[in-house]
């Protein structure tokens, strides 16, 4: 049933707001949130203040953005669900003193060190990349990607991905409501044995609705470059967030510069 819903699901469902961080251009937010990201990769391991002083900041612009608490918690949480593998085998980490062994594993307070480090980088940098995306349209991004003169072939393959998952979620609730009504679905190992069958055709089908689609762009002018809508290009409160942003970013590697 979950996935009979999938087409109401919505990337910028917080995007009409008014907010100071709505306020700003899209390509300010875009700027100021991967400043944001790659300062916090970017820390060595173990620098907690460094991480404090960006987990304010990050929780400023939550707050300031007013985005929907729920959802975006509900987002980060099936994330986390895809990186905790790879997050605990940090844990058995060699170095440092050895806090628990069983056989060949060990925690040591090395690995709980990186652990901690690597879980905080992934938790801030996700919380940044999904406000973005929660109260920033599509066409905004892709508008903010071409005003930082980012390659067009990049920008029209990530708009047609964006368009054709629609249609690939649309293809995929027709095959299931016409499996239910069939009743193909009604044991466990059926829906298994159904679904499985539904992927084989779903690639043909998908395909072939995407070159009926594609051919129906050719017809009305595409040239390979996305139609984006016009946004306003910024102004001086966008140039005080991209300060802020900066000195917050350098204020965190710089309580450790006397170390």
Request: glycine share 8%.
């Amino acid at each position: 049933m979950l996935l009979l819903h999938l087409g109401a699901f919505h990337l910028d469902i917080d995007s009409k707001r008014i907010t100071p961080w709505h306020s700003l251009a899209p390509r300010t937010r875009l700027l100021c949130t991967l400043l944001m990201v790659f300062a916090i990769a970017l820390t060595p391991n173990g620098r907690w203040w460094t991480w404090a002083i960006y987990g304010l900041g990050v929780l400023g612009v939550i707050l300031f953005s007013r985005v929907t608490k729920k959802v975006l918690f509900k987002r980060i949480a099936v994330e986390f669900t895809f990186i905790g593998v790879v997050l605990l085998g940090t844990l058995f980490r060699e170095g440092g003193e050895v806090l628990w062994s069983w056989g060949v594993l060990r925690i040591t307070t090395e690995g709980l060190t990186v652990l901690g480090s690597v879980s905080i980088k992934a938790l801030l940098s996700l919380l940044m990349l999904n406000v973005l995306t929660l109260t920033t349209s599509v066409p905004a991004l892709l508008n903010a990607l071409t005003a930082l003169r980012v390659p067009p072939l990049l920008i029209a393959i990530l708009a047609s991905m964006y368009r054709y998952i629609s249609v690939l979620i649309r293809e995929f609730q027709a095959m299931l409501k016409a499996a239910a009504s069939r009743n193909l679905a009604s044991r466990k190992m059926w829906q298994l044995f159904v679904i499985g069958n539904m992927m084989g055709t779903l690639f043909i089908r998908t395909y072939e609705r995407g070159e009926r689609i594609y051919q129906a762009m050719l017809a009305r002018g595409y040239q390979g470059v996305p139609v984006v809508e016009k946004v306003s290009s910024g102004g001086r409160r966008d140039l005080v967030a991209l300060t802020l942003t900066t000195v917050l970013a350098l204020l965190g590697q710089v309580i450790y510069l006397p170390q």
